[in-house]
């Protein structure tokens, strides 16, 4: 059985850190794109940022570009989201998407983790 589990969302002041951990379980992790997605009150779904299956291209969304860092660490079966400098903007819950690199129906989600940025 796949599992994602996301943790370290929280409340954090506007210019905060926050680091995003995704654990996976259950599949062969070196094998799947991993995406964050984030969602706000009363918004659509949107990407944020990706990785390559080995975590050698990255991708990001332009409204977070230069201030989250997408990582991922394959022998730990693990992916990481360090944000910085947030803005209120950022609030949102965060998920974690896997995507077989070989099957698009492998498409696994996380229960996903809430970010929010307040003063």
């Known amino acids: 059985q796949v599992q994602l589990v996301e943790s370290g969302g929280g409340l954090v002041q506007p210019g905060g850190s926050l680091r995003l951990s995704c654990a996976a379980s259950?599949?062969?992790?070196?094998?799947?794109?991993i995406t964050w997605y984030r969602q706000g009150s009363e918004k659509e779904r949107e990407l944020v940022a990706s990785a390559s299956a080995s975590g050698s291209t990255v991708n990001y969304a332009d409204f977070v570009k230069g201030r989250f860092t997408i990582s991922r660490d394959n022998g730990k079966n693990m992916a990481y989201l360090q944000m910085n400098i947030l803005r209120p903007e950022d609030t949102a819950v965060y998920y974690c998407?896997?995507?077989?690199?070989?099957?698009?129906?492998?498409?696994?989600w996380g229960q996903g983790t809430q970010v929010t940025v307040s003063s």
């Open positions: 259950g599949l062969r992790f070196a094998n799947y794109i």
């Open positions: 998407n896997a995507r077989s690199r070989f099957l698009s129906t492998a498409d696994y």
